[in-house]
């Protein structure tokens, strides 16, 4: 029954490891999402897939690189970890072509800990 | 640039009194405007949101938001507040759909509400 399910929920890992988050949707939605979630609870937009196709990719290290297998799962495959990667990440999901939710869908969130 | 601003860290209201948190946006053009709810812990949850029409949007769990296109807000508010409703509140922006343009939603800082019993 869920909605936007992402795995793991909890990250620890050590500085300079490399690390997966995965996401898969079920709502047959057609846009997917990143966001972080800083110590401060304030989020920020970090990638967006339509149909498997990068549609925004804002300013964050190239360590970071989005996978979309197919139009229901996008991966956040993180490389070389730092201490200030450390936050929680949100997996959302909206249906942009008509007709559209507007609406976007988020997952339960990983939270990640870089030791 | 779109962005959002929600003035106010905290708010404490006393359970059965009304509550408000206040939303004001910038955006160019017509906006579409949403507020979502987290619990410790989860995930964000859906409450509301304005596209078009009436400018008074209910949501869920009795919360309900007025679009104000002058003042450029969006405050969300309950008649009466349960103790049930603590927890972190956005306010999110974005702009009408058109071939082009991103699809992200931009939020605010957040609003802790706690509500004493």
């Known amino acids: 029954d869920t909605a936007v399910s992402q795995t793991p929920k909890y990250l620890v890992t050590q500085m300079g490891n490399d690390k997966s988050i995965k996401c898969e949707q079920n709502l047959g939605h057609d846009t997917m999402y990143w966001y972080k979630q800083d110590s401060k609870k304030f989020l920020k937009i970090m990638f967006s897939y339509n149909n498997k196709e990068l549609i925004i990719n804002e300013t964050v290290p190239n360590r970071f690189s989005p996978k979309s297998p197919d139009k229901a799962h996008l991966n956040l495959h993180i490389n070389s970890l730092e201490l200030g990667d450390s936050a929680v990440y949100f997996c959302?999901?909206?249906?942009?072509?008509?007709?559209?939710?507007?609406?976007?869908?988020f997952g339960p969130g990983t939270r990640l800990t870089v030791l | 640039a779109q962005s959002v601003a929600q003035p106010e860290d905290q708010v404490n209201v006393a359970e059965g009194n009304p509550l408000t948190v206040k939303c004001t946006y910038s955006?160019?053009?017509?906006?579409?405007l949403f507020w979502y709810v987290q619990y410790p812990n989860r995930g964000l949850q859906f409450l509301l949101k304005y596209i078009t029409g009436d400018n008074l949007v209910k949501g869920s769990y009795g919360f309900e938001a007025e679009f104000n296109k002058s003042q450029t807000s969006f405050h969300l508010k309950k008649p009466s507040a349960l103790v049930s409703d603590s927890a972190l509140y956005f306010c999110a922006v974005r702009d009408r759909p058109r071939p082009g343009s991103a699809r992200q939603l931009t939020f605010g800082s957040g609003t802790q509400l706690t509500v004493l019993p």
């Open positions: 955006v160019s053009g017509n906006p579409y």
């Open positions: 959302a999901s909206s249906q942009e072509r008509q007709p559209s939710t507007d609406t976007q869908y």
